[in-house]
């Protein structure tokens, strides 16, 4: 089983729709949690970190389930400009700082 | 990101050549971090570094050496010895001392003549 597992999609989704992406890891003793995206040919750049009480920054919203191992992000109201990959990231506990990087869900969203 | 600043953006790279990325941040963060990506696949970590004149081998560091002389600086050598060196290079920085987000210079992407 890989560390961090998404779906690698493609979604395809029209303008102003809801969706909806998860990610499963396997390491329970895992400490942080990170949604990043990424645009075609680009760095990967933060788009939030999750917390266990669930956080929301606008149009995003992140949920952790510990007892279920898995991470969620919602984005409400699709703009073309989210289309990008979503990368679920994971810090595991310890010094060493190394984060588990998942393989991406690749979203589009169609005018 | 600002404040990482990775050099030059395209590298090209004779068959027997060694090669240096450069990446210099200004963000006074402790560590630095190298990926390789491929198209279509994720991050692969090559090699890291906690603090000046320390760093790690990641998953992938075969053919591949760094050093870490200053806290601003964690320049990476693709050897000849990294016979698939075609990927898109990515450096990232990380402040304090636990599990904190990574920030991305802008990359490198690096090809074979």
């Known amino acids: 089983r890989k560390e961090v597992e998404q779906d690698p999609g493609p979604f395809n989704v029209p303008e102003g729709a809801t969706v909806a992406f998860n990610c499963t890891y396997s390491n329970s003793a895992s400490q942080s949690f990170f949604w990043y995206r990424q645009d075609c040919r680009k760095e990967p750049k933060l788009l939030m970190s999750v917390y266990s009480s669930g956080n929301e920054d606008g149009r995003f919203t992140a949920q952790l389930n510990r007892a279920s191992q898995y991470i969620s992000l919602l984005i409400r109201d699709s703009k073309l400009s989210d289309s990008a990959t979503y990368l679920c990231v994971v810090g595991n506990a310890g010094n060493n700082r190394k984060l588990i990087w998942g393989l991406g869900t690749s979203l589009a969203v169609n005018p | 990101d600002g404040g990482i600043t990775q050099s030059p953006k395209y590298l090209f790279r004779k068959e027997g050549q060694n090669v240096t990325l450069s990446c210099e941040q200004n963000?006074?963060?402790?560590?630095m971090y190298w990926y390789r990506q491929d198209p279509g696949q994720g991050l692969r970590l090559i090699y890291y570094?906690?603090?000046?004149?320390d760093f790690q081998k990641g998953d992938i560091a075969e053919g591949y050496s760094v050093s870490r002389e200053k806290k601003e600086s964690f320049p990476l050598t693709v050897t000849s010895a990294q016979k698939n060196p075609t990927a898109f290079y990515l450096c990232?920085?990380?402040w304090g001392q636990g599990n904190q987000p990574q920030h991305f210079g802008d990359g490198t992407r690096l090809s074979i003549l």
């Open positions: 990232a920085t990380q």
């Open positions: 570094s906690q603090i000046v004149n």
């Open positions: 963000l006074n963060h402790d560590a």
